[in-house]
């Protein structure tokens, strides 16, 4: 059985406290002075009602700072979430506004290509790996057919090779598979653009006697029957002389950043090559 000796003292000192409350109370007037028992029980009760007074000013305080803390903390959960929504419809304008940058661009080109265009989004990458190739959401339906030119504001992209209703599959300069007849622009020297990478292409059949620079521009010839002449491919960055070989040894990093297409325009011509 637990002691209650502790409750009772307290209860005692309680009921002290009121009765000597009520004594002051009772017999105090306005211009009495305290005699010897008042200044005796003010002197004792008065820690005590500080104390008591302490306690119930902390007691309030806390009751209100919790309530003040629930309607913060509501407020808070509010604001994440409105910052949520702010951040994600920034990201979705930053976005517009990107592509909108890149749609601009196709324009432009558009507006200085005198051959009829056909605008596509690209919507998927070859998945086996073995090609480097996307597809486009522009097929038969749109005009398109196999071997027409695809590029975009910056230079070539590829080729059409296979096609459907509403799709088609464009074979990219970069892939191993691919070969454009091309132009070095400055010295008017012939060779013929192979892929590498997605940020390098070899430059084959570039004799040793041509004169071949760093940084020279690398164009489409127009034969082959594929790609107009004089679109951009890319720019020179190697040009090695090995001994004992025909050819130099020439790349070139693509005018087109391929791990960033997205939108391309097809070049609506028909292939002359046989014509």
């Not at 570039?206 to 082959?224: A, C, E, N, P, Y």
Request: include cysteine; proline fraction near 4%; charged fraction near 25%.
């Amino acid at each position: 059985m637990r002691d209650s000796t502790p409750f009772r003292k307290a209860w005692i000192w309680a009921v002290l406290i009121i009765i000597a409350l009520l004594l002051l109370s009772f017999g105090s007037g306005a211009n009495r002075q305290w005699n010897l028992l008042d200044k005796i029980i003010v002197e004792t009760t008065a820690p005590l009602q500080r104390l008591f007074t302490c306690v119930v000013d902390a007691a309030e305080n806390f009751w209100l700072d919790y309530f003040y803390l629930v309607g913060v903390r509501r407020e808070n959960k509010e604001l994440r979430k409105q910052v949520q929504r702010l951040m994600l419809e920034n990201s979705r304008y930053r976005e517009l506004l990107s592509t909108y940058e890149r749609l601009q661009a196709l324009l432009k080109f558009k507006q200085t290509f005198n051959e009829p265009v056909v605008a596509a989004r690209v919507i998927g990458r070859d998945p086996s790996g073995w090609f480097r190739s996307v597809i486009t959401d522009k097929g038969e339906k749109d005009g398109l057919t196999v071997d027409m030119p695809v590029m975009n504001a910056r230079g070539v992209v590829g080729r059409i090779v296979s096609i459907s209703p509403h799709y088609s599959k464009v074979l990219l300069i970069i892939d191993q598979n691919s070969s454009v007849d091309c132009l070095i622009q400055r010295s008017r020297d012939r060779g013929m653009v192979k892929g590498i990478s997605e940020e390098l292409c070899k430059v084959a059949y570039i004799v040793k006697s041509s004169d071949v620079r760093l940084g020279d521009m690398v164009v489409t010839s127009g034969l082959g029957g594929v790609f107009p002449k004089g679109l951009p491919l890319g720019t020179i960055t190697k040009v090695d002389e090995k001994p004992g070989e025909l050819f130099k040894d020439v790349e070139m990093r693509p005018a087109v950043d391929f791990s960033k297409l997205e939108e391309v325009l097809v070049i609506l011509r028909k292939n002359t090559r046989f014509e």
